[in-house]
Nanobody
Framework: QLQASGGGLVQAGGSTRLSCAASGRTLRWDSVAWIRQGPGKEREFVAAMSWSGVIPYADSVKGRFTISRDNAKNTVYLQMNSLKAEDTAVYYC???????????????WGQGTEVTVSS
């Protein structure tokens, strides 16, 4: 089970950090990702981390977002800086890639946490 938290209302240019805590699954041996779905949009890949340390980012967030993992806490984070209105979305953490890790094709999903960026 994946439990995402940390969303909320943030001003443009601000920062926030999302957390994804796992139970019943060890994330350090898994590929994990953050995926978002904006209002009226399809789900889109944001960032991922493979078990071997490969870390791809979507071009739209490169240089602003950072994915990280705390193995002791079995938790994955997404640090989001320089937020823009277009980052407004429900953010999902996912694990268990079924193909390319820079995709939305994952087996296990958290419930999503909403981030709203006000301009």
């Amino acid at each position: 089970q994946l439990q995402a938290s940390g969303g909320g209302l943030v001003q443009a240019g601000g920062s926030t950090r999302l957390s994804c805590a796992a139970s019943g699954r060890t994330l350090r041996w898994d590929s994990v990702a953050w995926i978002r779905q904006g209002p009226g949009k399809e789900r889109e890949f944001v960032a991922a981390m493979s078990w071997s340390g490969v870390i791809p980012y979507a071009d739209s967030v490169k240089g602003r977002f950072t994915i990280s993992r705390d193995n002791a806490k079995n938790t994955v984070y997404l640090q989001m800086n320089s937020l823009k209105a277009e980052d407004t979305a429900v953010y999902y953490c996912a694990a268990g890639s079924r193909g390319a890790i820079n995709s939305v094709d994952y087996t296990y999903w958290g419930q999503g946490t909403e981030v709203t960026v006000s301009s």
